[in-house]
């Protein structure tokens, strides 16, 4: 659903842009890497908490042990794992929508 929105009103603020399913389709581990550092955001916060991929591989416990690295492979494994909607230009990127985030960013 809050894939629906930002699509939405990307569409409807005239901001171009390209979709990527990332289910099928996720970004590298480098991608991923240079998202994060775009981001500002702990890691962490790219997980798709939710997601049953998460659940039931019970990351909510292992990943205080895993390294940035491990953390960035896993998540470029499993396109489920990714929170979304993931929006990113090669210098800004937000994770979720918000609408005032994406105004603020975005226009």
């Known amino acids: 659903m809050t894939c629906r929105k930002a699509k ?3 569409e409807k603020n005239g901001v171009e842009y390209n979709e990527i399913h ?3 389709n996720p970004p590298t581990k480098e991608q991923l890497s240079e998202i994060h550092k775009a981001s500002g955001l702990d ?3 790219f997980f798709n ?3 049953l991929v998460y659940r039931s591989l019970s990351l909510k416990d292992k990943l ?3 390294s940035e690295d491990q953390q960035l492979e896993l998540l470029a494994s499993n396109g489920m794992l990714i929170k979304r909607p993931l929006a990113w230009n ?3 990127a ?3 929508f918000k609408e005032t985030e ?3 960013t975005w226009l």
Request: aromatic share 8%.
């Open 102 to 104: 994406y105004q603020d």
């Open 94 to 96: 937000l994770l979720g």
């Open 90 to 92: 090669g210098e800004k």
């Open 22 to 24: 990332i289910s099928e």
């Open 43 to 45: 890691l962490k916060k």
């Open 49 to 51: 908490t939710s997601g």
């Open 64 to 66: 205080s042990t895993m």
């Open 8 to 10: 939405s009103w990307l």
